[in-house]
């Protein structure tokens, strides 16, 4: 879908619509937990609707509500950015959990702070001299400035070669032939909260949900291989790490196909665990696992990465603050953001949201964390989008938080502003397409809305969402905001999707 451009007389009145929206009166802001205790809806069908006219238009959007759940709590926002009028609110200003739909703020103030071309830079220090032979009289730092695509699985945006194997192709190329100290890695860009507020407990293992760094390789996941052998079981990274030990009390058991595996990081003994067994005629196993200390993992791949280019190093890996007078070697750029939203915004990645976040909010010589970027988020909507400055709390940047609330009202305001920012085209062509790509390739296929909506998703077991943009069937574009806040999220996300179809296939 190409954006469409506006009339100067479209362009007054979007100025103008932020304001009006304000000014209307909503209903009271239930709470969830209010809104889950009133009596449960008769549930009618969720079939979408081809409206002639607003009031049609607003009584089938009620109607799709009204029949989508037992409980819960919506807060809903249809605008037109061609006209500049509101189509449709119900609980605009309702307080709710956005999920990954928080990831359209991130983007927006990421876009806005740094432009769409902008790279981060990982770089290389040294606390030592380079001595005629190559070799740096101390350590060498790799310090971190949250670049979150720091992995093998996007070397193909550098020709193929995995990002941390460029950078020790750079140092070599830098004249570096040995340390005589050790490989340090530092992240001291951000503040060091690893986990978010508001983070269940139970996410803590997941990937989804690994820990939040400046310096952050391999999205902060190792993998483990268990293997069984004549000799016993094997276990070794699947990554080529240094200096990160594993112990392993893994058996074998005679005759059997299966496996149990436990594997976790032991940050008190400084090591890996695993433990359980495996069949002796199982095929090797390999174990996802969190890590913990994100800095000094680090350390060991880029150490195992200098020693595969032939660089000697002598020391060990740690974690640590470079010291003021370190010296560059050299640096590594990230693609640009625009790339990196496009991986956060279609693939919903937490990990990319959260270094993102922190990013936006960093001055030149302060320190990333999401406090400050919370503060820098409710400014930018304040300041610029013209949002309630009370509309939006962010605990984290992707929406993970139990803690993060938004209202549909200010959703809706940050899309009409991205409509209208010069990085706006790129913003839009972050977000997923309904029927065809990304987490709306498999919702409302085969419908006015395929090919069509553009939208940012958002799903956990107390929420259900979308924001995004979808064009009418008489060309008017529509910013929206659907939230939904409740246990029958599956149910939510029928009338969601029937709500964006009824959009698309409305008419003036």
Same mark, same amino acid.
């Given at each position: 879908?190409?954006?469409? !451009?506006?009339?100067?007389?479209?362009? *007054?009145?979007?100025?103008?619509?932020?304001?009006?929206?304000?000014?209307?009166?909503?209903?009271?802001?239930?709470?969830?937990?209010?809104?889950?205790?009133?009596?449960?809806?008769?549930?009618?069908?969720?079939?979408?609707?081809?409206?002639?006219?607003?009031?049609?238009? +607003?009584?089938?959007?009620?109607?799709?509500?009204?029949?989508?759940?037992?409980? =819960?709590?919506?807060?809903?926002?249809?605008?037109?950015?061609?006209?500049?009028?509101?189509?449709?609110?119900?609980? &605009?200003?309702?307080?709710?959990?956005?999920?990954?739909?928080?990831?359209?703020?991130?983007?927006?103030?990421?876009?806005?702070?740094?432009?769409?071309?902008?790279?981060?830079?990982?770089?290389?220090?040294?606390?030592?001299?380079?001595?005629?032979?190559?070799?740096?009289?101390?350590?060498?730092?790799?310090?971190?400035?949250?670049?979150?695509?720091? &992995?093998?699985?996007?070397?193909?945006?550098?020709?193929?070669?995995?990002?941390?194997?460029?950078?020790?192709? *750079?140092?070599?190329?830098?004249?570096?032939? +040995?340390?005589?100290?050790?490989?340090?890695?530092?992240?001291?860009?951000?503040?060091?909260?690893?986990?978010?507020?508001?983070?269940?407990?139970?996410?803590?293992?997941?990937?989804?949900?690994?820990?939040?760094?400046?310096?952050?390789?391999?999205?902060?996941?190792?993998?483990?291989?268990?293997?069984?052998?004549?000799?016993?079981?094997?276990?070794?990274?699947?990554?080529?790490?240094?200096?990160?030990?594993?112990?392993?009390?893994?058996?074998?058991?005679?005759?059997?196909?299966?496996?149990?595996?436990?594997?976790?990081?032991?940050?008190?003994?400084?090591? /890996?665990?695993?433990?359980?067994?495996?069949?002796?005629?199982?095929?090797?196993?390999?174990?996802?696992?969190?890590? #913990?200390?994100?800095?000094?993992?680090?350390?060991?791949?880029?150490?195992?990465?200098?020693?595969?280019?032939?660089?000697?190093?002598?020391?060990?890996?740690?974690?640590?603050?470079?010291?003021?007078?370190?010296?560059?070697?050299?640096?590594?750029?990230?693609?640009?953001?625009?790339?990196?939203?496009?991986?956060?915004?279609?693939?919903?990645?937490?990990?990319?949201?959260? !270094?993102? /976040?922190?990013?936006?909010?960093?001055?030149?010589?302060?320190?990333?964390?999401?406090?400050?970027?919370? #503060?820098?988020? +409710?400014?930018? !909507?304040?300041?610029?989008?013209?949002?309630?400055?009370?509309?939006?709390?962010?605990?984290?940047?992707? =929406?993970?938080?139990?803690?993060?609330?938004?209202?549909?009202?200010?959703?809706?305001?940050?899309?009409?502003?991205?409509?209208?920012?010069?990085?706006?085209?790129?913003?839009?062509?972050?977000?997923?397409?309904?029927?065809?790509?990304?987490?709306?390739?498999?919702?409302?296929?085969?419908?006015?809305?395929?090919?069509?909506?553009?939208?940012?998703?958002?799903?956990?077991?107390?929420?259900?969402?979308?924001?995004?943009?979808?064009?009418?069937?008489?060309?008017?574009?529509?910013? /929206?905001?659907?939230?939904?806040?409740?246990?029958?999220?599956?149910?939510?996300?029928?009338?969601?999707?029937?709500?964006?179809?009824?959009?698309?296939?409305?008419?003036?």
């Amino acid at each position: 879908m190409s954006p469409r !451009l506006l009339t100067l007389a479209s362009l *007054l009145s979007v100025a103008l619509w932020g304001a009006a929206l304000r000014a209307q009166a909503t209903t009271a802001r239930p709470s969830v937990a209010a809104a889950a205790r009133a009596p449960a809806p008769n549930r009618g069908p969720l079939t979408p609707t081809e409206p002639r006219g607003i009031p049609a238009l +607003r009584r089938d959007l009620a109607t799709l509500i009204a029949n989508a759940t037992r409980g =819960g709590a919506w807060g809903v926002a249809v605008v037109s950015l061609t006209h500049g009028d509101t189509l449709f609110l119900r609980n &605009a200003d309702s307080l709710l959990l956005p999920a990954s739909t928080m990831k359209l703020y991130t983007a927006a103030m990421a876009f806005e702070r740094f432009g769409p071309a902008h790279q981060f830079r990982t770089e290389v220090l040294r606390n030592g001299e380079v001595l005629a032979d190559g070799t740096v009289s101390g350590d060498l730092i790799l310090k971190g400035a949250g670049d979150p695509s720091f &992995a093998p699985r996007y070397a193909s945006w550098h020709g193929g070669i995995a990002p941390m194997d460029a950078m020790a192709d *750079l140092v070599w190329l830098s004249g570096v032939r +040995r340390v005589a100290g050790d490989v340090v890695g530092d992240a001291s860009a951000f503040d060091d909260r690893r986990v978010p507020e508001g983070w269940r407990r139970r996410y803590l293992q997941a990937g989804y949900a690994a820990r939040v760094s400046a310096l952050s390789v391999n999205e902060n996941i190792a993998h483990i291989v268990v293997r069984s052998t004549a000799a016993g079981a094997t276990v070794q990274f699947e990554e080529s790490l240094y200096g990160i030990p594993i112990h392993s009390t893994v058996t074998v058991r005679d005759g059997s196909r299966g496996a149990y595996i436990r594997v976790w990081q032991d940050t008190t003994a400084d090591r /890996f665990r695993v433990h359980g067994w495996i069949g002796a005629l199982s095929p090797a196993r390999t174990y996802r696992v969190v890590v #913990e200390q994100p800095e000094r993992f680090a350390a060991a791949s880029f150490r195992a990465a200098l020693e595969r280019r032939g660089i000697v190093i002598d020391g060990g890996v740690r974690a640590d603050v470079a010291p003021r007078t370190a010296a560059r070697v050299t640096a590594w750029a990230s693609p640009p953001l625009a790339q990196l939203v496009v991986t956060m915004n279609g693939e919903s990645n937490n990990h990319f949201a959260e !270094l993102l /976040f922190r990013n936006a909010a960093r001055s030149v010589d302060g320190v990333g964390s999401a406090d400050g970027a919370n #503060e820098a988020l +409710r400014a930018f !909507l304040a300041n610029r989008v013209g949002a309630a400055p009370d509309a939006v709390f962010a605990a984290d940047g992707s =929406g993970l938080s139990t803690l993060d609330r938004v209202t549909a009202r200010s959703m809706v305001q940050l899309l009409g502003y991205a409509q209208e920012a010069p990085w706006g085209q790129v913003f839009q062509a972050t977000l997923p397409v309904a029927g065809r790509s990304e987490t709306l390739r498999t919702r409302m296929r085969r419908t006015p809305a395929a090919d069509n909506l553009r939208g940012k998703t958002g799903t956990t077991n107390d929420a259900s969402s979308l924001g995004g943009y979808v064009t009418t069937r008489d060309g008017e574009l529509l910013a /929206f905001s659907f939230l939904y806040n409740g246990r029958d999220h599956w149910r939510a996300r029928a009338a969601i999707d029937a709500m964006g179809v009824t959009l698309a296939g409305f008419s003036r």
